[in-house]
């Protein structure tokens, strides 16, 4: 609105106004992260690994062990990862590409020590290769991050039998830690109490198997340094050792499909238990942009973790005192926004992501606020009204202006609309009216 003078025979009005509008803007910045490494999980053992068991009638491609129902609940949990190893089972179920899940390292049939050769040169017991070149570490070659180890069964009669396939499980373990060396890498072994044999007591019907189980936890034991996780399997997994339909064993020595999701389910809840990897924060680029702007950042384009949701991810920042962070808990979308919306000038802001186990990773962004040269604000001038004859009181011009960038001293002000008055700005940035001889009415200036 412009400013309105106004003079009447028995009085004249003057009014002035001004109004200012500032516009603050938003920015969203977009990018992927890359090179999200999935966790190689090793399902490592025999029969019970690859699910077979004497005249079942099914294809591989219908035998998916505990490996299905694993495969779900790991899923489930936000976990980016893979089943790694030469034999495949269970694709009728399990998606094959890609990732391959139907690879394991399940070896029906196969005894302590034949897994043992086979790890050691990648030849089965058959002579044939498993690997593209034998005479070399299996492990090596499918380089797995995890093992799930449940070995044992087969030749297991004896407590003798027993000592002796302990002997050779601690043989593996040494062969797990020369992998881990070449490596370079620390690689944690989920060692299973193994499941018991079905009988009529639901409880377990093979004394020899929890004597075994017992040698297997003197064994990890003692390997001090080593990253073992006892799975109890035998105890721990609810299993009734009853056969199906009353129980969940198919026979003396495999599960049932009801007996494989309740080892499906306890090696869920060991893993769950381990903390595998922190949290990746990739580098979030430094923004810029004017003063009294607002900047948004979707933090999850910026993290990984293989074995949780973006969402189980806690974000939290710290370092800022000209602006505020408001991170929103279920986009994880940062806005940030200066808290002087006329300040301008560069602070470094860390953001760090938290997993549920505690372990966080972080990374610095710093802001920068460009300065803008914001335009003066002029606040109300009152309306005047006089008699003819009278005149109009200097406006102090000074008085109704603010700048955020300039003094008032450097301030050029002009007018506009006048027909009848005039108007004189001094040096001082006074401003006067000056009144024709008998005029009456009003002006707008």
């Not at 001090?224 to 050792?241: C, F, K, L, P, Q």
């Amino acid at each position: 609105m412009q400013p309105k003078l106004s003079a009447m025979k028995n009085g004249k009005d003057v009014h002035r106004n001004l109004s200012l509008f500032l516009a603050f803007f938003l920015f969203t910045l977009t990018t992927s992260i890359a090179g999200q490494t999935a966790l190689k999980i090793m399902p490592l053992g025999n029969s019970i690994t690859f699910d077979t068991y004497a005249g079942d009638p099914r294809s591989d491609l219908e035998k998916y062990s505990y490996r299905y129902h694993l495969y779900t609940l790991l899923l489930a949990d936000g976990y980016t990862f893979d089943f790694v190893g030469s034999e495949k089972s269970g694709g009728a179920l399990l998606p094959e590409t890609p990732p391959d899940y139907s690879e394991n390292a399940g070896f029906p049939g196969y005894t302590a020590s034949e897994i043992l050769s086979l790890l050691q040169t990648g030849t089965n017991r058959d002579g044939d290769c498993e690997i593209v070149l034998c005479d070399n570490s299996y492990l090596q070659y499918f380089n797995p991050d995890i093992i799930l180890l449940h070995l044992g069964t087969n030749g297991l009669n004896t407590e003798e039998d027993a000592d002796d396939i302990s002997e050779v499980m601690d043989d593996i373990l040494n062969e797990i830690d020369t992998y881990e060396s070449a490596a370079g890498k620390t690689v944690p072994v989920f060692l299973a109490r193994i499941i018991n044999r079905a009988g009529s007591n639901p409880n377990g019907n093979h004394d020899v198997t929890s004597y075994y189980n017992g040698l297997l936890d003197v064994v990890a034991t003692g390997r001090v340094g080593d990253n073992i996780i006892m799975v109890d399997i035998e105890t721990g997994a609810d299993m009734d050792y009853r056969l199906t339909p009353s129980g969940d064993m198919i026979d003396e020595l495999h599960p049932a499909p009801s007996g494989y999701i309740k080892m499906g389910t306890k090696w869920h809840e060991a893993l769950e238990s381990y903390n595998f990897a922190p949290p990746e924060v990739s580098d979030i680029p430094d923004q810029v942009a004017d003063e009294g702007e607002s900047i948004s950042i979707p933090l999850d384009d910026f993290v990984f973790d293989p074995q949780e949701h973006d969402a189980d991810l806690t974000w939290s920042n710290s370092g800022t005192s000209n602006f505020t962070v408001d991170i929103d808990p279920a986009t994880r979308i940062a806005s940030v926004s200066p808290v002087d919306p006329d300040w301008n000038g560069s602070e470094t802001v860390t953001f760090e992501a938290a997993d549920p186990f505690g372990v966080s990773a972080q990374d610095d962004v710093t802001f920068t606020m460009n300065p803008v040269n914001d335009a003066p604000v002029i606040s109300n001038i009152g309306d005047q009204e006089i008699n003819e004859g009278e005149t109009f009181a200097p406006v102090a011009l000074d008085d109704l202006v603010t700048d955020p960038d300039n003094g008032k001293d450097e301030l050029n002000w002009s007018y506009a609309g006048n027909t009848e008055l005039s108007v004189l700005i001094d040096p001082d940035r006074v401003a006067t009216i000056n009144i024709p001889t008998d005029w009456t009415g009003d002006e707008t200036i």
